[in-house]
């Protein structure tokens, strides 16, 4: 079923936060100091491509096999199309992760896998270009994202997961406050092979009991 969005679902205005109308989907701008995140639209392809491009031994040995097309424009068409989809449907939200100052494109931050109803849930995801890696940036992102999950989808939990040797993923979620829950065996195929994910969570409630 399509969910119909309105102000109730995002109730805060101010700062920090701001709309725009994406393809029909109310979508937020999250703005932190030195940061400003948005969704994908399909002007950023080349900036995206070219951050991807640069980063690709970066990124490869953490994410899916990179098809030929992968940073292709018609491909990337396709992906804000799904993108603006999850939205309308309240199942997913993309963003892409500015600097202020300068405009940069940086990276992103996937929200996934939204359930409602008695999950009351989300997956994260992130990538980083390898210039901008091991600046803050990422943690600055992910805690407003965090912010918004909790305060304005008003989720209750939060899972991530990443592979045992991604010691950077791992510090970054345990640094945001994400606690272990497990290991699940041969979890995602990553880099052409399944491989074993530590499964992470953070919940509404950490930190105020």
């Given amino acids: ?42 002007k950023d392809w080349k900036v995206w491509k070219n951050l991807r491009s640069e980063s690709k031994k970066f990124l490869e040995p953490w994410e899916p ?15 804000i199309n799904r993108y603006a989809k999850d939205a309308k449907e309240d199942t997913g939200y993309a963003f892409f992760i500015f600097r202020s100052k300068d405009n940069v494109l940086l990276g992103g931050i996937n929200i996934s896998n939204v359930a409602r109803g008695a999950r009351m849930s989300c997956s994260i995801g992130y990538w980083i270009g ?12 992910a805690t407003k994202v965090i912010d918004y999950i909790f305060n304005d989808l008003k989720l ?16 970054l979620l345990r640094n945001l406050g ?21 499964l992470f969570s953070l919940l509404a409630d950490d930190g105020t009991n």
Wanted: glycine fraction near 6%.
């Fill in 130 to 141: 390898e210039r901008h890696a091991r600046k803050g940036y990422m943690f600055e992102a």
């Fill in 65 to 79: 096999v990179w098809q030929v097309d992968s940073l292709s424009k018609p491909n990337y068409r396709r992906r």
């Fill in 1 to 42: 079923m399509t969910r119909v969005f309105s102000h109730f679902l995002f109730p805060r205005y101010g700062e920090g936060f701001s709309y725009w109308n994406h393809q029909s989907v109310f979508y937020p701008k999250l703005i932190t100091k030195n940061l400003y995140l948005r969704n994908p639209v399909n």
């Fill in 156 to 171: 209750y939990r939060i899972e991530a997961g990443c592979i045992p040797n991604n010691h950077a993923s791992a510090s």
């Fill in 178 to 198: 994400f606690q272990e829950e497990g290991y699940a065996r041969e979890y995602l195929k990553i880099n052409g092979r399944r491989h074993d994910h530590i």
